[in-house]
């Protein structure tokens, strides 16, 4: 059971938009910063966005991310199929005193 | 360049020791944070421990606690994971990430490392 909570899946065709939910508590996405994370089969994870919606650079701009509250949320538009992979969000938690981690949202570009 | 790179993984049988290592370039190692975080196979990321920029300040997943112990070196900007009476639950990638500094939190994550736990 992980801390923060993610739907398991999401799917959309090419071309459309997909928002993936994060949702959290007040130990932690309330009061630090939300971090996204890519992982393709096989690979490492990637960080997409970090401090709730800044990109590193390299990450297009038609990947975002958004924080309010408890919930955040992580959009694509223009969706390709080489976004076709899991999705993690990730915050510190100051009451575990550990970074915590959502379940992953496996997305499928249809 | 930000490069993170992990080695010194294996395999190991139940209760034996492994040492796995990180080193960085590219970014100032001593004014980061430094996460380990690992992957069972199929599974999602977890977090297994934290240490601070200094080394002074460091936390366990509950799962590892009495049994890891995570260290840096800032000279040879090296992060290392001692791990001891290893479980076959302890299998997996075992990702160096970069954490916080104190202006933002840019994480960064390395290629991993496998340590398999098997007799």
């Known amino acids: 059971q992980s801390v923060l909570t993610q739907p398991p899946s999401v799917s959309a065709a090419p071309g459309q938009r997909v928002a993936i939910s994060c949702s959290g508590t007040s130990s932690n996405v309330g009061d630090n910063y939300v971090s996204w994370h890519q992982q393709l089969p096989g690979a490492a994870p990637k960080v997409l966005i970090y401090?709730?919606?800044k990109r590193l650079p390299g990450i297009p701009d038609r990947i975002s991310g958004s924080k309010s509250g408890t919930s955040a949320t992580l959009a694509i538009t223009g969706l390709q199929t080489g976004d076709d992979a899991v999705y993690y969000c990730g915050a510190w938690d100051n009451n575990l005193n550990g970074w915590v981690f959502g379940g992953g949202t496996k997305l499928t570009v249809l | 360049e930000v490069q993170v790179v992990e080695s010194g993984g294996g395999s190991v049988q139940p209760g034996g020791s492994l040492r796995v290592s990180c080193a960085v370039s590219?970014?100032?190692?001593?004014?980061?944070?430094m996460n380990w975080v690992r992957q069972a196979p199929g599974k999602g990321l977890v977090w297994v421990s934290y240490?601070?920029?200094?080394?002074?300040?460091?936390y366990y997943a509950d799962s590892v606690k009495g049994r890891f112990a995570i260290s840096r070196d800032n000279a040879k900007n090296s992060l290392y994971l001692q791990m001891n009476s290893l479980r076959a639950d302890d299998t997996g990638v075992y990702y160096c990430?970069?954490?916080?500094?104190?202006?933002?939190?840019?994480?960064?994550w390395g290629q991993g490392t496998l340590v398999t736990v098997s007799s």
């Open positions: 240490i601070s920029y200094s080394g002074s300040t460091k």
């Open positions: 990430a970069r954490g916080c500094s104190s202006d933002s939190c840019d994480v960064y």
């Open positions: 590219g970014f100032i190692f001593s004014s980061y944070e």
């Open positions: 401090d709730n919606y």
